[in-house]
């Protein structure tokens, strides 16, 4: 399913010169569950924006299923953004005017495409959300605006799922409830998820853990 091949990704020149990337390559099977631990400043963030397509490599090559993502012209790159991945982080990012189903929905509409109105009443409910479909982000808690952002990485049926510190601004009971979500829609859907987070626990629920320090990757362990 994904392929990283000797990336390298470097910022600024010189004095600035800042290598997040060092090197770098794995290869993560369909539908596996893979959490990236390291601390502060280590890279795991820059490979997981590089494998989403969102940040371009220096060096090196990313391969989502036998397709060289970074080979495509940007209108594609946009268009398998859009489609294949699902980006959730600590932050919600919901829109403030919207409601729990305009926020969810909102990929869709942006890729000009119908909502498929069986999944989003699946998801609703998967999430927890039934009876808040119409309720703003300011009328929700934070757990709350957590499951609606999953919903609206979910809402596309992407093949992978992407999450930087999801549960960095929950506390420990909504942490475990999101990440259980995650979990399930990964075995539900057999989507690709890949958690970056700092929390030993939350690795530990992964059935791989990969170690980034200095923009390398220092471990790569399956556990389950």
Sequence with gaps: MIKVEHVSKIYGTGN??????????????NGEFVSIIGPSGSGKSTLM???????TPTDGKVYINNTDIYAQNENDLAVFRRREVGLI???YNLIPILN?????????QID???????????????????????HLPNQLSGGQQQRVSIGRALMN????????????NLDSQNS?????????SNQKYKQTLIVITHDENIALMANRIISIEDGKIIRNEVIR
């Design 16 to 29: 600035n010169k800042v290598v997040a990337l060092n090197d770098v390559s794995l290869t993560i099977d």
């Design 49 to 55: 924006h590089i494998i989403g397509g969102v940040d």
């Design 89 to 91: 982080y600590q932050f």
């Design 100 to 108: 729990v189903i305009e926020n969810m929905t909102l990929p869709v």
């Design 112 to 134: 000009h495409r119908p909502i498929n109105e069986d999944r989003l009443n699946e998801l609703i409910t998967l999430l927890g959300l039934k009876g808040r479909e119409n």
């Design 157 to 168: 049926a992407p093949a992978i799922v992407l999450a930087d510190e999801p549960t960095g």
């Design 176 to 184: 475990c409830e999101i990440m259980n979500l995650l979990k399930l």
